[in-house]
T-cell receptor, first 112, second 115 residues
Framework: AQTVTQSQPEMSVQEAETVTLSCTYD???????LFWYKQPPSRQMILVIR??????QNATENRFSVNFQKAAKSFSLKISDSQLGDAAMYFC?????????FGTGTSLTVIP | DTGVSQDPRHKITKRGQNVTFRCDPI?????LYWYRQTLGQGPEFLTY????????KSRLLSDRFSAERPKGSFSTLEIQRTEQGDSAMYLC?????????????FGQGTRLTVV
């Protein structure tokens, strides 16, 4: 069975600093996709960044980048130059076939 | 099209009542998902449609839950004889089946409170 584990329930970062959120997953599949979603308080979930498992190059979207270690089944998210608007729940998600599997989330606080 | 919309945003119901939620996906999306999210947890998969066909259901989806997508467009999720344990955020998401990877787009959810 596919599982996604986020071992950090809460994280905090000073504004303008860098923070890394951890995610590991378990799968026997070779072809899959990984995502980080952001869920601000009382707002809908939006995509932050995606990674195709067959790509070795780590995905980057502006201040957001990932460290994808396929052999270790690790998919961490790095947020650089943190901003107050980055405060939210962050969910790591795995997709294979029809389903998305989500971790339990990391609550990120940005300290002014 | 402004994205996935869900209605209502909030629902308070008495235990034992039936409730129905609606989801309107992004118009060209052929895949539609329902998830349940409780406080402090990530979304848990409930069911999945490709066009009008319900292709997969989670074991979480008891016989009190039923979902439909009659014309392959909007979808409804009905919960019969609600229980307090059904209190949660119900999320709908849609995506499009293509050769390339595509993420799921989420609605704002329907928050159900069973009293």
């Amino acid at each position: 069975a596919q599982t996604v584990t986020q071992s950090q329930p809460e994280m905090s970062v000073q504004e303008a600093e860098t923070v890394t959120l951890s995610c590991t997953y378990d799968t026997s599949e070779s072809d899959y996709y990984l995502f980080w979603y952001k869920q601000p308080p009382s707002r809908q979930m939006i995509l932050v960044i995606r990674q195709e498992a067959y790509k070795q190059q780590n995905a980057t979207e502006n201040r957001f980048s990932v460290n994808f270690q396929k052999a270790a089944k690790s998919f961490s998210l790095k947020i650089s130059d943190s901003q107050l608007g980055d405060a939210a729940m962050y969910f790591c998600a795995y997709q294979s076939g029809n389903q998305f599997y989500f971790g339990t989330g990391t609550s990120l606080t940005v300290i002014p | 099209d402004t994205g996935v919309s869900q209605d209502p945003r909030h629902k308070i119901t008495k235990r034992g009542q039936n409730v129905t939620f609606r989801c309107d996906p992004i118009s060209e999306h052929n895949r539609l998902y329902w998830y349940r999210q409780t406080l402090g947890q990530g979304p848990e998969f409930l069911t999945y449609f490709q066009n009008e066909a319900q292709l997969e259901k989670s074991r979480l989806l008891s016989d009190r839950f039923s979902a439909e997508r009659p014309k392959g467009s909007f979808s409804t999720l009905e919960i019969q004889r609600t229980e307090q344990g059904d209190s949660a955020m119900y999320l709908c998401a849609s995506s499009i089946l293509t050769g390339a990877v595509t993420e799921a787009f989420f609605g704002q959810g329907t928050r159900l409170t069973v009293v």
